[in-house]
């Protein structure tokens, strides 16, 4: 089947600092993705979608200036998180919908990114 | 706006037992169905999804479930549960195929040898 890769699995920064979180379509064309935040023990919540060559769409409550979100080519996505703070810290994974005879939603792998 | 319940937090079976985890959805239209399954710190692996058509739907690792529309209810079941099956499981919902996904809070299932 399609394959989402995320990149990197894990990331540890200090505060302050900014972190890139990059989502990519191995072997499709994907003109959306979409990023969840997945605090310990709990549920995906969406954080936004990303468009290709368009603004990505924040979902409610989500500081966009805080998350920045690139999606400049059909394979490519980016979450940023600038300036980073403890309460950042959680599981940031990307899905991207490949549209083949029956579409389906696939998952990159996650990154788990600690804010020390 | 749509959103998805599952009612069990923690649920603990013995290897070989059955196994059925709840899902309540809430949407307005037609939903699309998925359940996925998550192993600790990994990503989503799909079971199976739910569009339209025959509502017991049958998916990867012997689990199936059954949409029925009068409870708003998609269920996940498996006749019989092996060690490998503890995970956490998520119930979500759609408006499309290729849609931003609603999950529920997720289902916790521990495997006893």
Known sequence: GAVVSQHPSWVICKSGTSVKIECRSLDFQATTMFWYRQFPKQSLMLMATSNEGSKATYEQGVEKDKFLINHASLTLSTLTVTSAHPEDSSFYICSAPYRGQNTEAFFGQGTRLTVV | ?113
């Open chain 2, 1 to 113: 706006a749509q959103s998805v319940t599952q009612p069990d937090i923690h649920i603990t079976v013995s290897e070989g037992a059955s196994l059925e985890l709840r899902c309540n959805y809430s949407y307005g239209a037609t939903p699309y169905l998925f359940w996925y399954v998550q192993s600790p710190g990994q990503g989503l692996q799909l079971l199976l999804k739910y569009f339209s058509g025959d509502t017991l739907v049958q998916g990867i690792k012997g689990f199936e479930a059954e949409f029925k529309r009068s409870q708003s209810s998609f269920n996940l079941r498996k006749p019989s549960v092996h060690w490998s099956d503890a995970a956490e499981y998520f119930c979500a919902v759609a408006a499309g195929t290729a849609s931003k996904l609603t999950f529920g809070t997720g289902t916790r299932l521990q495997v006893t040898l």
